[in-house]
């Protein structure tokens, strides 16, 4: 064989293996950097503590989506001033990596703007996406994109939209957008910025057409979304609907988080079935993330909690799906939460921290220097 000949065999190898499929292209570059994911899907289960997932388990009929991680870690959940966070200083932690007060979203203890997550995530070209079952402007999805010293400003918190860029939101708490003391149609000024605006109120989730191209928020509720025990049932759906729709808006990859925030409620009320309702509700959507994460091959996917709501317990005569329960407070507790992985950089989840490193392990495998 001539130089030429052994050329033209070795063009038309890396010709051939440059036609592979997709899956075996997202395995290859996966492989090239077995720490770094293109997608990462941030799931939280807002007062999720260790007995809301044992009594969800003991309440299903089948194994949860959960115990199908086997990469699982602890991390401390103390703000910056209490021991005992709330879920402000808790999704701070998350989102921008620092430590704050109870009540702040989106700032450090020094009340200075903390840059969040999606800031990041938005400068390397890539897609962000919010979804909850409490409204859009509620403390946890609020410190993904906004900047406030008092999460209760929840109409001011709203309009910290028009100056982050997100391109999917699905919440509840449309009044903070249309009825406002100030006047203004936040929904509107979104709208004239490029986003696909909708409502419960004229047509349900699964019968949007999605334009793409655009921006998409969509209300759930015009205040609190509904419980599970009342009828909700939109957050599995949101959640895959979110995926399809992020891969769709921007093929470079995205960051989405997810909260069950009602879980917490259930805690806050010491009702025991309004958590286990809730908990299996949130497993749903833990399923369809790991299904998208498991066939794509170069997604992150993290469950965990901001807090434990609570102090519940599964006391002694209690069966499987009969518990005798207890709690020491109604509201949150200092215990540890769980951190469950699944995807490129998983390992790094295993062991104990602080919340703040969640943050960290999130742009380690995005790859982002800050
Ligand atoms: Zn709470």
Same mark, same amino acid.
């Given at each position: 064989?001539?130089?030429?000949?052994?050329?033209?065999?070795?063009?038309?190898?890396?010709?051939?293996?440059?036609?592979?499929?997709?899956?075996?292209?997202?395995?290859?570059?996966?492989?090239?950097?077995?720490? $770094?994911?293109?997608?990462?899907?941030?799931?939280?289960?807002?007062?999720?503590?260790?007995?809301?997932?044992?009594?969800?388990?003991?309440?299903?009929?089948?194994?949860?989506?959960?115990?199908?991680?086997?990469?699982?870690?602890?991390? #401390?959940?103390?703000?910056?001033?209490?021991?005992?966070? *709330?879920?402000?200083?808790?999704?701070?932690?998350?989102?921008?990596? !620092? #430590?704050?007060?109870?009540?702040?979203?989106?700032?450090?203890?020094?009340? !200075?703007?903390?840059?969040?997550?999606?800031?990041?995530?938005?400068?390397? /070209?890539?897609?962000?996406? %919010?979804?909850?079952?409490?409204?859009?402007?509620?403390?946890?999805?609020?410190?993904?994109?906004?900047?406030?010293?008092?999460?209760? #400003?929840?109409? @001011?918190?709203?309009?910290?939209?028009?100056?982050?860029?997100?391109? %999917? %939101?699905?919440?509840? /708490?449309?009044?903070?957008?249309?009825?406002?003391?100030? @006047?203004?149609?936040?929904?509107?000024?979104?709208?004239? !910025?490029?986003?696909?605006?909708?409502?419960?109120?004229?047509?349900?989730?699964?019968?949007?057409?999605?334009?793409?191209? +655009?921006?998409?928020?969509?209300?759930?509720?015009?205040?609190?979304?509904?419980?599970? &025990?009342?009828?909700?049932?939109?957050?599995?759906?949101?959640?895959?609907?979110?995926?399809?729709?992020?891969?769709?808006?921007?093929? @470079?990859?995205?960051?989405?988080?997810?909260?069950?925030?009602?879980?917490?409620? /259930?805690?806050?009320?010491?009702?025991? +079935?309004?958590?286990?309702? &809730?908990?299996?509700?949130?497993?749903?959507?833990?399923?369809?993330?790991?299904?998208?994460?498991?066939? *794509?091959? @170069? $997604?992150?996917?993290?469950?965990?909690?901001?807090?434990?709501?609570?102090?519940?317990?599964?006391?002694? /005569?209690?069966?499987?799906?009969?518990?005798?329960?207890?709690?020491?407070?109604?509201?949150?507790?200092?215990?540890?939460?769980?951190?469950?992985?699944?995807?490129?950089?998983?390992?790094?989840?295993?062991?104990?921290? +602080?919340?703040?490193?969640?943050?960290?392990?999130?742009?380690?495998?995005?790859?982002?220097?800050?």
């Amino acid at each position: 064989m001539n130089r030429l000949t052994i050329y033209t065999l070795f063009s038309l190898f890396l010709f051939t293996n440059c036609n592979e499929n997709a899956a075996e292209k997202s395995l290859f570059s996966a492989s090239k950097s077995p720490n $770094t994911a293109q997608n990462i899907i941030l799931l939280i289960g807002d007062g999720m503590g260790i007995s809301q997932i044992t009594a969800g388990m003991y309440a299903s009929d089948s194994i949860l989506n959960l115990e199908r991680f086997k990469s699982i870690g602890l991390q #401390k959940t103390d703000a910056a001033n209490h021991l005992v966070t *709330d879920s402000a200083a808790g999704a701070t932690a998350f989102a921008t990596g !620092k #430590k704050t007060n109870n009540g702040v979203v989106g700032m450090d203890a020094q009340l !200075k703007s903390a840059k969040n997550i999606i800031e990041y995530v938005k400068e390397k /070209g890539l897609a962000a996406g %919010l979804v909850a079952t409490s409204q859009i402007a509620h403390a946890t999805p609020a410190a993904f994109f906004a900047h406030h010293p008092k999460r209760a #400003k929840m109409e @001011n918190i709203a309009a910290q939209l028009l100056t982050t860029d997100v391109d %999917l %939101l699905i919440g509840g /708490g449309q009044n903070h957008f249309e009825a406002r003391k100030d @006047n203004r149609n936040i929904s509107k000024e979104l709208a004239q !910025k490029g986003y696909q605006v909708n409502s419960f109120m004229t047509k349900s989730l699964d019968k949007i057409e999605p334009n793409y191209k +655009d921006n998409f928020l969509y209300f759930t509720a015009a205040s609190l979304p509904l419980s599970v &025990e009342q009828g909700r049932d939109y957050l599995p759906l949101a959640t895959s609907f979110s995926i399809d729709f992020l891969k769709k808006h921007n093929s @470079n990859g995205f960051f989405l988080m997810v909260e069950s925030s009602q879980i917490d409620w /259930g805690g806050h009320n010491n009702n025991s +079935d309004y958590i286990i309702q &809730e908990m299996l509700d949130f497993d749903k959507v833990i399923g369809r993330a790991l299904d998208f994460a498991e066939a *794509d091959g @170069n $997604t992150l996917v993290i469950v965990t909690s901001d807090h434990e709501t609570g102090g519940y317990s599964i006391n002694y /005569g209690s069966s499987r799906k009969k518990f005798k329960t207890g709690f020491t407070t109604d509201y949150h507790t200092a215990q540890m939460v769980p951190v469950f992985a699944y995807g490129p950089n998983e390992e790094s989840f295993m062991g104990i921290y +602080d919340n703040t490193d969640i943050f960290k392990k999130m742009m380690e495998t995005f790859g982002i220097e800050k």
